[in-house]
């Protein structure tokens, strides 16, 4: 079986109808999204690749969907986010107090499905973990404290994305090489595809916030936006222009009276007059050949790589 | 040095100037806050019986202490709570979304607490850790489940505060016993005795929210009742008071066009009239009486045992 269906099928099996329903229904529910499953697909690839057994994988490959999906559930109460993946989110389904604390047990949840791990890799296995979620957690904050900041450098961006979004995606597939017995090498190569393919995820996520199709997207185009979220098209949008432009979407992003349909259709218009598309999509680019880079440095063959570059390649044209 | 001037000095010389400040500097202000440290104090008092090394112990101790500041900075959002041991709590200090997402960091923290235990007790030290925190969330939501029933029985009372309070104190007691080597038989013995203390410190704490003194509780006299808590003073209130007095009580507590102030007295008053101080009293006594019953089995002399009965007697009369 291939490793998407298995993963699939894995999370299908999974029973929560434990009590209290109404801490563990709702995380039925998140996992039962039908997200495309992309971490602990990448944790089974990266093990496979080193020769590690899937079935004895799935379940800490389980534990990074499980922690990803903690995040959302907390991510939708701070940004009161009512739909994900073209569905209510829990806050909106259930309450902001259902999310907190089916998220809290989430992320226990997903220490939970650490422990059966061989016991000589047990300490490397919670050590990434809990680097990784912290990592996030401080992405998540710098990404918060950017809305309130107008100065925010492209540098600095970088680094919150990389927080934010890369460094789960890297520590899923550094995950399925510790598993899979990779040299320290490798397992660091394969985290650094990881982190190069995770940027260019999220300026992607970035480009379809305004450029989508809602449907596929899932969620509202323009709610960056709304949000006053500093995204690379905002960044270099604002890096671009001049002083009286800049001052034009400095106060229609502050602007509480107009509409948000409007304010978002007159931003957009301004990212693509600065020819944001084009810029944003050349950033992506960048990005995937620094991930190239990476991946060519891991002793493997092109042939067993290749399920890397293109599950790269899906992903410059896909979403989650 | 003993160990509770050790504990205190040790979370004296924790260093939380990190960056992104936003999200350290939350966790800095919640973990100085000058709180009993009961819990860390249990785990180092266990291992201690139990002949293990302070030092070695301090940060799997400190791991505890961390995690139920997690639960704070989240029960708090939950709760709408602004004062806690007598100061603003995080999410009245900043604000709900720092409280959500420090706490979230505060949890993985914890983790990364257990991290340097002795390689041969890491396995069995993390899932005494998630399923203590799994169960402490369990706790919380029946808590929470509860406020929205007005037949929940003192069986499922005493289940919830199980949950949500005792099984961290045991967990502590457990842990410590583990990192000391403790037998089994002994470690669970340790671990039944703080279930029914713990459950003791909880019937106090209902007790207290009533019948306390608002300088040294710490948090407003009165928050049980206006959140619609069901309490052992509430659930007894009903058991024993007649059909009218239960409707009385009833439409009492659903009533918002009453000030806050005046349901608290009326409501404390029938507690009053039903002898709750006396029937709360007694509760805790056999549940103290249970304690050392479990703390009599465990194969260590009197003297040895010494700090825990003074630990149970101190508890009965003081706050966290």
């Known amino acids: 079986m291939d490793i998407k269906n298995y993963v699939k099928n894995y ?10 329903k109404n801490l563990y229904a709702p995380i039925d529910y998140a996992l039962q999204s039908g997200g495309k499953r992309i971490r602990p697909t990448l944790v089974l690839m990266a093990a496979q690749l080193f020769g590690g057994d899937i079935e004895q994988c799935i379940k800490p490959a389980a534990a990074m969907e499980i922690f990803h999906n903690f995040t959302l559930l907390h991510d939708d109460v701070m940004d009161n986010a009512d739909v994900r993946r073209g569905r209510p989110t829990i806050k909106a389904k259930w309450d902001d107090n259902t999310a907190i604390l089916s998220g809290d047990a989430m992320l226990i949840k997903a220490y939970q499905y650490l422990e059966d791990v061989p016991a000589d ?3 490397a296995v919670v ?17 918060t404290d950017f809305e309130k900041r107008e100065d925010v450098t492209i540098e600095e961006y970088y680094e919150m994305i990389r927080l934010k979004t890369a460094v ?3 520590g899923c597939l550094k995950l399925g090489a510790i598993l899979g017995g990779a040299s320290e090498e490798d397992a660091q190569n394969l985290y650094d595809f ?12 970035d480009y379809l916030d305004c450029y989508g199709d809602e449907k596929t997207f899932g969620k509202k185009i323009g709610g960056d936006i709304l949000c006053g979220k500093r995204t690379f098209l905002l960044i ?8 009286s432009q800049r001052q034009t979407i400095s106060q229609l992003l502050k602007n509480t009276a107009i509409a948000g349909e409007e304010k978002i259709a007159t931003i957009i218009d301004i990212y693509t007059q600065m020819d944001m598309p084009t810029v944003c999509n050349e950033a992506m680019e960048e990005y995937y050949v620094k991930a190239m880079a990476s991946l060519a440095k891991i002793n493997k063959t092109d ?3 290749a399920p890397f570059v293109e599950f790269a390649k899906n992903l410059m044209g896909r979403i989650d």
Do not use: H, M
């Open 303 to 305: 042939e067993e790589k």
């Open 11 to 20: 999370f299908e099996q999974i029973d929560w109808s434990q009590e209290p």
């Open 236 to 243: 270099q949008t604002l890096k671009k222009c001049g002083v």
């Open 168 to 170: 789960l995606l890297a």
């Open 194 to 205: 990881g982190i190069a393919i995770g940027i260019a995820f999220q300026l992607r996520d």
């Open 121 to 123: 890799k047990l300490l």
């Open 127 to 143: 050590k990434l973990f809990s680097k990784t979620a912290l990592e996030v957690c401080e992405g998540q904050q710098y990404d």
